[in-house]
């Protein structure tokens, strides 16, 4: 059961910036990834300006995700719209994009890297495989996402009294799709929930929603959800009539957004979701994952795994602001106040509203 690797487990966008960096100053590491192959994650394609720059500390070129920038948005509430220029330009690619450039960084680093490895329970400083394997650790960074591991689950009462589910369809590639979308990102504000649609570096369009369970319950299905959105927003009903016949709906269920992950233990490292769940609305759920893993790790390299405790308060005091600011926002997004509000939506406070859901903004 011996092992003096630091581990990491999950080899989306947090853990790919740890073992990046940990490869670089040449720290033993090996990386533990549960999927032999990369998928496309339920959301998390947006990439602000500041998440831009978290990738080229990290080595990566924005423009092999998507040479295209996204550098407006438009909100839609009831029969009412705003517009807004992004403070900086931004990128939306599909998270199956992002997770392989980064693993290929990773790996082109000289990261140790093993997929196909699930874990299955962590306590104290080992953690144990679905093969039985124990493995002990002197510096364990979490970063499996959304996802709970046994012995690390994050606790019930963030989810609150009407959980949240993440749920995801793709409108297919067209040009009408390309033209309406250039350089922008659609939100749409409804009765308990919200919706985002971005174009992905494939011409398709990733149209991901937030939505309270009771909200769900009412429509019956999501693919009833999505059908009475459409004729309750015409502008989203256009997208929802493009879909393909029988498109896949991905769900994640009890999205804890808002919480955060306030105090710390020695040799242990919570990252991204693990650490804080960003409402989506705000688009910096990537740049959180990104940002704590390569803050992580390099505090690793400089303080040691004792100093894991102090580091974990440090982020979550990090994170109150752009957490706190996007669950403001989120409430009144999905009230039905959003509506009447939006003429009140000047496009310098929405601009300033994005600034300040930003990480280190």
Not at 2 to 16: C, F, S, Y
Not at 94 to 114: C, K, Y
Request: hydrophobic share 45%; glycine share 12%.
């Amino acid at each position: 059961m011996t092992d003096t690797r630091a581990l990491i487990v999950g080899g989306g966008p947090a853990g790919a910036a740890v073992a990046i960096d940990l490869a670089r100053a040449r720290v033993p590491h090996l990386l533990l990834e549960r999927s032999r192959v990369t998928g496309d994650a339920l959301c998390g394609g947006f990439l602000s300006w500041r998440t831009l720059e978290t990738l080229a500390r990290l080595g990566i070129d924005p423009d092999t995700l998507n040479p295209v920038r996204t550098t407006a948005v438009r909100i839609f509430a009831g029969d009412r719209i705003a517009r807004a220029d992004l403070p900086y330009p931004a990128v939306s690619v599909s998270r199956r994009h992002l997770d392989t450039v980064l693993l290929a960084a990773a790996a082109g680093q000289g990261a140790a890297i093993e997929r196909g490895v699930t874990v299955r329970e962590i306590e104290a400083d080992r953690l144990r495989t679905a093969d039985g394997a124990l493995l002990a650790t002197p510096a364990l960074f979490l970063a499996n996402g959304k996802a709970d591991v046994r012995g690390t689950a994050r606790p019930e009462s963030a989810r609150g009294a009407d959980p949240t589910l993440g749920i995801r369809v793709r409108v297919i590639p067209s040009p009408t799709l390309a033209k309406a979308l250039a350089g922008r990102i659609d939100l749409y504000l409804f009765d308990r929930g919200y919706a985002g649609l971005a174009l992905q570096e494939d011409g398709s369009a990733n149209l991901c929603m937030a939505v309270h369970r009771s909200r769900l319950q009412d429509a019956g299905s999501p693919a009833d959800l999505l059908a009475t959105l459409g004729r309750e927003m015409p502008a989203l009903g256009e997208w929802v009539a493009r879909l393909a016949p029988g498109a896949a709906i991905d769900a994640i269920a009890n999205v804890p957004y808002g919480w955060r992950q306030r105090t710390g233990q020695a040799g242990r490292y919570r990252l991204g979701d693990q650490a804080g769940v960003i409402p989506s609305l705000a688009g910096e759920g990537m740049g959180i994952a990104l940002a704590s893993g390569l803050a992580a790790a390099r505090a690793y390299r400089a303080d040691g795994a004792g100093q894991a405790a102090a580091w974990q308060q440090r982020l979550a005091a990090s994170l109150a602001r752009p957490i706190g600011v996007a669950g403001a926002v989120r409430r009144v997004a999905e009230s039905t106040a959003a509506a009447r509000l939006i003429p009140f939506a000047h496009p310098m406070l929405i601009r300033m509203l994005a600034r300040a859901t930003r990480i280190g903004g």
